[in-house]
């Protein structure tokens, strides 16, 4: 039997091991890819260190940023053929059987496959993926430059094109990193009045050069007081994890404002009833998208001329892309690239 490598995890909070495995076959409504590059991002860290509330089967090949070539197709696989380069999000195929499923709302599957969770993902040079859970990928990205377009970049895309503001509103992302830079080149795309909120000095250069109008440092001042002085915020994507600094920017949404919420933070975040009431302003949260969505984020990002800042490893070195994604500073994006 042929063989390819992988990254796997064994069991919770152990390092990633490179193993050979077998080359798998796809089953009948699946497709198998050649993976060119995956991105390393936060939520595979929840899986490997056993942060979720629920059972994990390992060993597990993480990895939802996937980017590569069809390499074989299933008997029942119509839509796909092989050769066709394609990307696999978050959100890797439906259960069809649940009644959403039937109806064809598959963005409302109450039992989705997910990438690198309940099926392995894209850390290894060939994985096995669902026809539901496609995306085509345009050719004018490299396989580093697309692959965080497909949980980074459709989330902030998704998040601000369904956010119900327009063209010349006061859109403000909190936090200048690996979503906050794809959600200000998106803003400015989108004809956003784009307003950046960071920590330091350091930031507001690259802030200005990805698109934003505005730079507030929160280190000078407070940021809730200076969107209120700009009119207040039709909406606040938050992107930063830090319970803290969302906690304290509510008070900068304007009348009927939204605060979106799409970074993942271990702790409460904590406002007043009165702070909400008064402007009927709203929390919701935001996730990523299903393979629609990526194809939209993918084709908007290419028009638009969006990249995404990404610092590369190859495959063997995945445990220090791992830390460097989740201790380190990275600029902005960290992706394996599988086919070194």
Known sequence: MAKMKVAQITEPGKDFDIVERGIPEPGERQVRIK???????????????????????????LGHEVVGYIDKVGGAVTAWRKGQRVGVGWQG?????????????????????????TYDGGFGEYMIAFQEGIAKVPGEFTGIEAAPLLCAGVTTYNSLRHAGVHAGDLVAVLGVGGLGHLAIQYANKF???????????????????????????????????ALKEMGGAKVILATAPSSKAISNIIDGLGANGKLILIAFTPDPIEFAPAQLLMGKKSIIGWYSGHAKDSEDALEFSKLAGIRPMVEAFPLESVNEAYEKMLHGKPKFRVVLQVDK
């Open 93 to 117: 195929g439906f259960c069809l059987q649940c009644d959403p499923c039937r109806t064809g709302d598959f963005a409302n599957c109450i039992n989705p496959q997910i990438t690198g969770l």
């Open 35 to 61: 993976v060119e590059a995956c991105g390393v991002c936060h939520g595979d860290s929840d899986i490997k260190e056993g942060h979720l509330p629920f059972p994990i089967e390992y060993p597990r090949v």
């Open 191 to 225: 004809g956003f009045n784009t307003v950046a909120i960071a920590r330091g000095k350091e930031s507001k250069k690259l802030a200005l050069e990805f698109g934003a109008h505005h730079y507030i440092d929160s280190n000078e001042t407070d940021p809730a007081n």
